[in-house]
């Protein structure tokens, strides 16, 4: 529980953004947008080719940039730091080693053992896609979650991108129906048993191939196995799933996060099953994908001439409309356009009340005028 009292050290009132891989860019900059951007500065850590890239990539928007071990080697606090999910560095949580108030932006709905694990607890505030994440993070005492919808893909609903350049840009057929194809890694990607079922169909659809971003750095059989599909357009580069659900007329996924950005975007939806998942490390047996599988169709078996089928019938999609509205609802806060600036109201509240030289201690006597704050 949160009381706000008089901090003894003075950090740095810059707002840090915990970047460890470039994709980050993809969650934060919708919300950075509508920040000071004076006051904001990307925090590296990772690799030496994730940092390279990152710094590139934040130097490529004008950003301030630091790096994670620098910070702590020189005893430079932040005021705040916003990352997705913690990493440990030598004894402690790296966020707890670089700011005094650490805000968590949800990085995607699904793999629920790892994504509702306990060390939500070192964050004083979450910041959620809707009503389940809100009511899967009750279980933790300590962090105010504040449900702010996707911020992610705001710009999706406010400046759509141009779907005839994409098109273009991707070297797809505009005359064609595309096909996006988002495997997850590790055990859980759909790419081993999928491929060459899903590759069958380049000729008659653009199928376009995003894989994990960890998977192209470590994961380069399943790579290669992809880049051998005649026809198919993969993925390497940067590039925002926005601009991909823009030119998708189907989407399809497997596990974790972008299947529920399909839903979110009111794109069609295929699933992908692989053998085990209800009892992966990760996932549990309550993880939003299991509930995902309830109402949306998915395919156990590498079968072509079935997916061909279902892609084509007309009467599951019209169906499945409906099923993606109730899910919208029962998974994400209703702000579409307006989620990175609800993100980043609430970042500026708790900026501006740690700019009174407050910070937060872990007391229990005043969590009801903090969350009035935070709410007003």
């Given at each position: 529980m949160q009381q706000w009292i008089e901090s003894e050290s003075d950090p740095d009132n810059t707002i840090g953004f915990l970047v460890t891989h470039p994709e980050w860019f993809h969650h934060f900059r919708p919300i950075i947008d509508?920040?000071?951007?004076?006051?904001?500065?990307?925090v590296l850590h990772g690799t030496q080719a994730e940092i390279v890239a990152s710094r590139s990539f934040a130097e490529g928007l004008g950003w301030k940039h630091s790096l994670a071990d620098e910070r702590i080697g020189n005893q430079r606090r932040l005021a705040m730091l916003v990352s997705g999910h913690p990493f440990r560095l030598m004894e402690d949580w790296l966020p707890r080693q670089l700011a005094d108030v650490n805000v968590r932006l949800m990085y995607a709905l699904g793999k629920a053992q790892w994504n509702f694990s306990d060390w939500n607890e070192i964050y004083?505030?979450?910041?959620?896609?809707?009503?389940?994440?809100?009511?899967?993070?009750?279980?933790?005492?300590?962090?105010?979650?504040?449900?702010?919808?996707?911020?992610?893909?705001?710009?999706?609903f406010s400046a759509p991108p141009d779907r005839q350049e994409l098109l273009r840009r991707l070297r797809c057929d505009a005359a064609k129906r595309t096909l996006l194809w988002l495997p997850t890694w590790k055990a859980l990607s759909s790419i081993d048993r999928f491929a060459e079922c899903i590759g069958a169909l380049a000729g008659e659809y653009n199928l376009v191939i995003k894989p994990h971003p960890l998977s192209i750095t470590t994961e380069p059989e399943r790579i290669a196995r992809l880049a051998a599909l005649p026809g198919?357009?993969?993925?390497?580069?940067?590039?925002?799933?926005?601009?991909?659900?823009?030119?998708?007329?189907t989407v399809l996924c497997d596990y974790g996060g972008p299947a529920f950005g399909a839903v979110y975007l009111d794109r069609n939806l295929l699933l992908l099953d692989v053998a085990g998942a209800d009892s992966d490390e990760l996932m549990?047996?309550?993880?939003?994908?299991l509930l995902l599988r309830q109402h949306i169709a998915a395919i156990a078996l590498p079968d072509a001439a079935r997916l061909r089928a279902m892609l084509a019938d007309e009467a599951l999609w019209?169906?499945?409309?409906?099923?993606?509205?109730?899910?919208?609802?029962?998974?994400?806060?209703?702000?579409?356009?307006n989620a990175a600036a609800t993100a980043a109201g609430a970042i500026r509240k708790i900026q501006r009340l740690r700019s009174e030289r407050r910070t937060l201690a872990r007391q229990a006597s005043a969590v009801e005028r903090f969350r009035q704050w935070l709410s007003g």
């Open positions: 509508l920040l000071d951007v004076h006051q904001v500065e990307v004083d505030v979450i910041l959620c896609f809707g009503p389940y994440h809100a009511q899967r993070l009750a279980r933790f005492s300590w962090p105010l979650v504040v449900q702010v919808g996707y911020p992610r893909y705001s710009r999706y198919a357009t993969v993925l390497t580069d940067l590039v925002d799933n926005g601009d991909l659900f823009c030119i998708a007329d549990g047996p309550d993880s939003a994908e019209a169906e499945q409309g409906a099923k993606r509205d109730w899910l919208r609802r029962r998974f994400f806060a209703p702000y579409r356009e």
